[in-house]
């Protein structure tokens, strides 16, 4: 039987990102996804990414490392890996929402629910504050 693991990893975004270029990111990886069995969610702050994505560990480690070499971000860290025996985001090749704005209510159900692990459900949401917060002058 096939290992399933669950890698969430933060980066920061190239400063002169734009929408086309994002576009250009959930393109390439919905196709890659579907294509090595793996699925997820990419949160995108204004600043960062976050990324969640599950599968065969296999696919899942050949996934981070092109992530890796991906010039539209840098300093990649894994903030949490684990086995798991069922896929959060099993829908969804790559999940993704600008901001995910009025998507705090989506995740905080998909915790309740028992489809998204709590602690990954306070993680996003905290990820998602950071990238609304304004700065202060």
Do not use: K
């Amino acid at each position: 039987m096939t290992t399933l693991i669950s890698v969430i990893y933060v980066s920061v975004a190239d400063p002169l990102i734009r929408e086309e270029d994002i576009a250009a990111i959930l393109l390439s990886a919905r196709r890659n996804n579907r294509r090595d069995g793996l699925t997820g969610a990419l949160i995108y702050n204004g600043h960062n990414f976050m990324q969640l994505l599950e599968g065969p560990a296999r696919e899942v480690d050949a996934c981070l490392d092109a992530i890796r070499r991906d010039a539209r971000h840098s300093g990649m860290v894994e903030v949490r890996r684990r086995a798991i025996d069922v896929r959060e985001f099993a829908e969804w090749s790559m999940l993704y929402c600008p901001g995910f704005e009025g998507h705090d209510e989506d995740l905080a159900r998909l915790a309740a629910n028992r489809r998204l692990d709590p602690q990954d459900e306070r993680m996003m949401a905290n990820f998602i504050a950071l990238g609304r917060r304004r700065p202060t002058s």
